[in-house]
């Protein structure tokens, strides 16, 4: 079997073969710290997350690096606003970020370049394309000059009839656009600003425009080609169309083998945005914030219900949809979490993992990192594990033999692992209860059925729930029972 991608620069799946052999470099466009992270952003990097955990799993060395984009106009605005500095804000976070972002298990990045910490290699760029004849300055500004590269638009498909200026949000309203030689150039270089942060350059003191920064970053920290370039559907125009420009034209190669896109959030059919109302960031999520839902929502459930859709299809956000994800992996988690010293198994912890479940595995995301189809295979593992764990526990019967169980416990575990889910401690550590206070209860309870005294046999049956045991009535008229 070999994996596949669907590659957005030539818009179909292509088998992935890296530059070097067992070897991947990736790069994904991280966030711009002015804010707490929202479901948009938990999505994107659930995504990546689990590409990069999938890559690994199929033996490859992966080096994975995400910016952080430390000096923009939304950051200097809400320093502003605050009466604050823009380190300051970019400080408070990017500690938000990783709060946010660990506790929802994504793994750290390699590295995490930051716009700021590349100052002089944005300006090696700039001067080469102005060398090159593909950059003008205009009066302290720099400005990429499109018509010059004749593959712009290669990656969105778009023409030049179709460009806006100042799609993305990035461009200043107020900005002059006269200083332009033309409408669809874009900026490699800001000149200074009263009152904001500004580094000397060759054209004068300013900063550096926002496409030129993931170029210069790329270059420095992974090289002039890497494999795997991800991020947002939203970015791919301008940004990553911007990014090509700048990049390949200096190095007459390609800045990425491999471009891939996830899919938006949308709120109950609508965009996900602040002026409609329906914007959730993670924490909202995790604390128990968000309106719809009142309540903490363990980050297992956010990372299934992101992963039940396909990472490049748009992905709905609904209440109905978070409980769904709740009952899902609370499936996965009960078999996770089994208690295999009730069962006094036999055979050893096997090394081998299942090879039937592991095939149909990879064959789902080795098609384009197929999740929704891969966690059908978790949901077949789990659902078998817990009722032959109920059999053995409860009927003293068993339909597979202990090598075949702990077999496919120990494949549900790894293959979970692929996908970052995994049960907290508190969950696979299961809490020790008063035996005696159990067995006076079910007594009562035995009592109250002798009794016909019905509500008083599930008040009983109700307050050992609520404490995590699980009463199992026999046909013998004996109750067993059980931690849950």
Known sequence: MSLTVYNTLTRHKEPFTPISPGNVTMYCCGVTVHDDCHLGHARSCI??????????????????????????????NRAKAEGSSMQAIVDRYIAAYFNDIRQLNILDADEYPRVTEHIPAIHQLIQALEEKGYAYAINGDVYYSVRQFADYG??????????????????????????????????LWKSAKLGEPAWESPWGQGRPGWHIECSAMIRARLGETIDIHGGGGDLVFPHHENEIAQSEVLTGKPLANYWLHNGMVTVNGEKMSKSLGNFTTIRALLDGNWSEYPQPIDPMVIRLFVLQAHYRKPLDFAKAAIAAAENGWQTLKDSLALDLQQLNLS???????????????????????????????????????????????????????????????????????????????ETVSAPEFDAIWIESLLQQRQQARQEKCYAESDRIRNELQAVGITLIDQPNGQTRWHRH
């Open 154 to 187: 290669k990656l969105s498909g778009r023409q030049l009839e179709q460009m806006q200026a100042g799609a993305g949000g990035r461009v200043d309203p107020a900005e002059p656009e006269r200083k332009k030689q033309d409408p669809v150039d874009f900026v």
């Open 347 to 425: 055979s050893p912890i096997p090394s081998e993992l299942d090879a039937e479940s592991v095939n149909r595995f990879q064959t789902a995301m080795d098609d384009d990192f197929n999740t929704a189809a891969g966690l059908a295979v978790l949901f077949e593992l789990a659902k078998a594990l817990k009722r032959e764990f109920n059999l053995r526990c409860y009927q003293a019967e068993k339909e597979c033999s202990d090598l075949q169980f702990q077999t496919s416990l120990q494949t549900l575990t790894r293959l979970a692992q692929v996908f970052g889910l995994e049960a907290s401690r």
């Open 47 to 76: 995504g990546w997350d689990v590409v990069r955990r999938y890559l690994q799993w199929r033996g490859y060395q992966v080096r994975y690096v995400q910016n952080f984009t430390d000096i923009d106009d939304k950051i200097l």
